[in-house]
């Protein structure tokens, strides 16, 4: 690890009790540490890639932060008011946190219906389409008039997921504009090249 992830690791663990392991977060609250974005952004992407942080006993979690694309993954000495400690100190609104083993599969005892999300989870993270090039980029689902109060997506019909993360980028064909936006075209009208593809999932169901 490089010595200016260790300090930026070590001292969030020993002020705040996590760490967030994402370089807008690590430029946001250590401005003294990088001065230089892209030398943050390198630092921290190896310690993620390189699984660095292996020899650390606090525990993984990932979050779903608003403006940040994916899910970012952190350490945490504990899970209590895990979600409120990070916005307090990182000023990042978190849409929501769970243990990284749930993206993982770890096999523990959990009822179906927890299977159920976590593999619905595990379906709205992944980019369906990943293997098809578009002219236009993705969207994210909190710009589509879709998506409702507890991340419901209201037309899940078309785009086959029902709990989506709001800020995690996606090409959907059911997306539509919010009203106000400047841009009216549709997922049909942005991304015409996924009409007739077939979308590639991996629920990592046994069939
Ligand atoms: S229709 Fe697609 S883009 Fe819109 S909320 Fe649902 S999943 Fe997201």
């Not at 000495?77 to 409120?84: D, G, I, N, T, V």
């Not at 990070?86 to 219906?113: A, C, K, Y």
């Not at 879709?146 to 996606?170: E, F, L, Q, T, W």
């Not at 936006?181 to 979308?199: F, M, Q, V, Y």
């Amino acid at each position: 690890m490089s010595t200016k992830a260790m300090k930026y690791v070590h001292e969030s663990l020993a002020a705040t009790g996590f760490v967030v392991m994402h370089h807008e977060i690590a430029a946001t609250v250590r401005p003294d540490i990088w001065g230089d974005g892209m030398e943050c952004r390198k630092d921290i992407h190896a310690q993620t890639t390189r699984n660095a942080l292996g020899g650390l006993k606090p525990l993984r979690y990932r979050a779903i932060l608003r403006g940040i694309q994916g899910a970012v993954p952190l350490l945490a000495r504990s899970p209590k008011q895990l979600a409120e400690r990070i916005e307090l100190i990182t000023g990042f609104q978190v849409d929501e946190v769970f243990p990284e083993s749930e993206l993982e599969g770890i096999p523990e005892p959990m009822s179906n219906e927890r299977l159920a999300a976590i593999a619905r989870r595990k379906v709205s993270l992944q980019n369906p389409f990943d293997h098809i090039k578009t002219a236009n980029g993705p969207r994210s689902c909190s710009t589509c008039s879709h998506i409702a109060a507890g991340h419901r997506c209201m037309n899940d019909k078309v785009s086959g997921i029902d709990y989506p993360p709001a800020n995690v980028d996606r090409r959907c064909l059911g997306y539509a504009p919010l009203w106000n936006s400047h841009d009216k075209r549709n997922g049909h009208a942005l991304w015409p090249e996924l009409i007739n593809a077939t979308p590639i999932l991996n629920t990592g169901e046994q069939s």
